[in-house]
T-cell receptor, first 116, second 112 residues
Framework: AQSVTQLGSHVSVSEGALVLLRCNYS??????LFWYVQYPNQGLQLLLK??????LVKGINGFEAEFKKSETSFHLTKPSAHMRDAAEYFC??????????????FGKGTHLIIQP | DAGVIQSPRHEVTEMGQEVTLRCKPI?????LFWYRQTMMRGLELLIY????????DSGMPEDRFSAKMPNASFSTLKIQPSEPRDSAVYFC??????????FGQGTRLTVV
């Protein structure tokens, strides 16, 4: 079984500041890990994914995440926040190492607020 | 590709009525998933199909919920009878058997 914990249901940063969204996972098998973004009244869009290759993963819109097995973490970062980054962010894990094979287990989400 | 297409985008129905949500996955994707999103429980996997066959329906909350996939290009999620606590956003997603799921825009269901 797998689970995901996202620390902080709301995170507020100033425009231009560093964005850090935290995600810790639990999985009994080597995980595949994902970050999705959801804009209001929209579906989920994949930001980036870790599939056991490089531990530092770069995604779209300037986001990146680092897989740290020792910390069971997959935190999402962006060096400089932009107003358009305001959205809901979800961390997800797939337990069988194939994101499509058994569905994704999602965290509760973090609402990112960008202050002008 | 048009992506995963869900219909309707919004549905308002009265308690006790039957509701049918529809999904057209991306062509060539072998997996199809139904998720439900609520404020209280977040995103929950309800059921998923592989090559049109239901594989795991352990997330379906009650017998009032049923899902079918008669062919590779169409799936339905039915609630009969509907209840106010079924109000949520229902997402369909498909996957080509790689480490990524592609989501539709969702159907916002309101049961009054």
């Amino acid at each position: 079984a797998q689970s995901v914990t996202q620390l902080g249901s709301h995170v507020s940063v100033s425009e231009g500041a560093l964005v850090l969204l935290r995600c810790n996972y639990s999985s009994s098998v080597p995980p595949y890990l994902f970050w999705y973004v959801q804009y209001p009244n929209q579906g989920l869009q994949l930001l980036l994914k870790y599939t056991s290759a490089a531990t530092l993963v770069k995604g779209i819109n300037g986001f990146e995440a680092e897989f740290k097995k020792s910390e069971t973490s997959f935190h999402l970062t962006k060096p400089s926040a932009h107003m358009r980054d305001a959205a809901e962010y979800f961390c997800a894990v797939s337990g069988l190492g194939r994101g499509g094979a058994d569905g994704l287990t999602f965290g509760k989400g973090t609402h990112l607020i960008i202050q002008p | 590709d048009a992506g995963v297409i869900q219909s309707p985008r919004h549905e308002v129905t009265e308690m006790g009525q039957e509701v049918t949500l529809r999904c057209k996955p991306i062509s060539g994707h072998d997996y199809l998933f139904w998720y439900r999103q609520t404020m209280m429980r977040g995103l929950e996997l309800l059921i998923y199909f592989n090559n049109n066959v239901p594989i795991d329906d352990s997330g379906m909350p009650e017998d009032r919920f049923s899902a079918k996939m008669p062919n590779a290009s169409f799936s339905t999620l039915k609630i009969q009878p509907s209840e106010p606590r079924d109000s949520a956003v229902y997402f369909c997603a498909s996957s080509p058997d790689t480490a990524e799921a592609f989501f539709g825009q969702g159907t916002r269901l309101t049961v009054v």
